[in-house]
């Protein structure tokens, strides 16, 4: 017999074998489900459960669209409509702020692991503080939209569902009370942009994508469409030829603006599938690929939406701790091609690309290998008075041959603040890790 793949699946074949079970699905399916898988589902999600018979067939009908028949014409045409693009994004976003100077942080003799990591929880603090002042009350976060060639183009503020989930994965290692309230208002707004059965795009004038599908669905993972695994079989449709995973999912009465030499397989997206969908038989092949990718160090000119190879370390290191599976082969060599991407003996590139490095690190168990200390130092001094981090290019379309117009940005002193509270978070743990070695040796 096969064995179950979903967790739908995995209840049908426990309801086959056992009477009592079956009854009490029928019963109180939601207490019976989250019995039966050991954890919580979403409030506010009721959950029916049919008993068909040799005289009785139901037909479940999906819900009905979200959008009328009228908005999903108006999507087709949304790019080239001004007014339409003014509904989505939210304009206008200031000039970027320069960084603050850098603060210097003293490191006298006599400061211990345990003093520094109490200044990082202070200096976590004051970020959540920040990042609490902007996002907005449907817990919807934002980004901006920039023009990397021209910064005569307008900016624009945009608050899509993918970067909500970007920054609530960031945040989930975060265990501040400001950081649980933000996190749980957040996926209350991205269990609400959902589109069934648990599929989400950038923006309305765009087709779903699996990049914000998969984050979507890490960060509200107890959703019953996405514990049951409802969105499973047009993800795993939506792979080519080498079984890799295709960024846009085009259906017949999706927007058409995404021209064929524009769908590819990014290793980004790739990774962010496999941490979604875990170590199975239909990801393997996409796991091999990103294997051979970084053992042939071939990243470079790979991916459209990231600009640095540290975000593919960064989205494959969070696929390994999610998946246990062939990707964790690639532990030592990431660990080496990390740890040569530093710049000096601190710091990985700008503090965004440091942050992602340091929780890379951290994920693969190799954290150690670099100094805690003075990376706790180099954030802290970099961080404004505000508590925010600057603004830095996060993700994005970069490598369009259209001149300036195709050089399009997206990143926010958000978007930066979360990423450094996560790495500030991990070296913490490494600080009080280091606290009670010292002390055990005393």
């Not at 029916?48 to 009785?56: F, G, I, L, R």
């Not at 210097?104 to 006599?110: D, N």
């Not at 079989?233 to 295709?246: K, Y």
Request: include cysteine.
């Amino acid at each position: 017999m096969k064995e179950p793949t979903t967790a739908t699946e995995r209840l049908l074949s426990r309801a086959a074998e056992d009477t009592s079970f079956r009854a009490r699905l029928l019963d109180d399916p939601k207490e019976a489900i989250e019995q039966e898988l050991g954890l919580r589902m979403a409030e506010g999600h009721r959950i029916h459960v049919h008993e068909e018979s040799d005289t009785e067939t139901h037909v479940v009908l999906p819900p009905r669209s979200r959008y009328s028949a009228e908005e999903r014409e108006a999507a087709r045409s949304g790019a080239t409509s001004l007014e339409f693009l003014k509904r989505t994004m939210y304009d206008p976003a200031p000039p970027a702020r320069p960084p603050a100077p850098r603060r210097k942080v003293a490191r006298a003799r006599a400061v211990t692991p345990e003093a520094l990591a109490r200044g990082a929880r202070e200096s976590i603090r004051r970020g959540l503080r920040f990042l609490e002042s902007t996002v907005d009350r449907n817990g919807a976060w934002h980004c901006i939209r920039f023009n990397l060639s021209d910064p005569k183009i307008p900016r624009h503020f945009e608050r899509p569902p993918f970067v909500s989930a970007l920054c609530v994965l960031a945040l989930d290692g975060c265990a501040e009370p400001r950081a649980r309230a933000m996190c749980a208002g957040t996926r209350a707004y991205l269990a609400d942009t959902a589109e069934h059965p648990g599929f989400w795009r950038y923006y309305r004038h765009l087709p779903q994508d699996l990049d914000s599908t998969s984050l979507c669905s890490l960060a509200i993972c107890t959703h019953p469409w996405i514990l049951l695994g409802r969105n499973l079989p047009r993800i795993l449709a939506n792979q080519d030829g080498e079984g890799r995973f295709m960024t846009w999912v085009l259906e017949d009465d999706e927007p058409d603006v995404v021209a064929s030499f524009r769908i590819e397989a990014d290793p980004v997206v790739n990774a962010n599938v496999i941490a979604y969908l875990g170590d199975r038989p239909e990801t393997r092949r996409a796991q091999e690929w990103l294997v051979s990718r970084i053992s042939e160090d071939s990243l470079e000119g790979s991916s459209k939406w990231y600009p640095d190879t540290v975000t593919v370390y960064y989205a494959v290191t969070r696929a390994m701790l999610r998946a246990q599976s062939a990707l964790d082969r690639l532990r030592p060599n990431l660990a080496d091609r990390i740890l040569g991407l530093r710049e000096d003996r601190e710091a990985f590139g700008n503090v965004l690309q440091s942050a992602q490095a340091v929780s890379a690190l951290y994920n693969i168990g190799s954290l150690d290998s670099v100094d805690t200390e003075r990376l706790v130092e180099m954030f802290m001094g970099s961080q404004r008075e505000d508590g925010s981090w600057p603004e830095l290019l996060a993700f994005g379309d970069q490598s369009l041959r259209w001149g300036a117009i195709g050089q399009i940005g997206h990143g926010s002193e958000s978007v930066t603040s979360a990423f450094c509270i996560e790495a500030l978070e991990r070296l913490v743990e490494v600080l009080a890790g280091s606290g009670k070695r010292r002390d055990g040796n005393s």
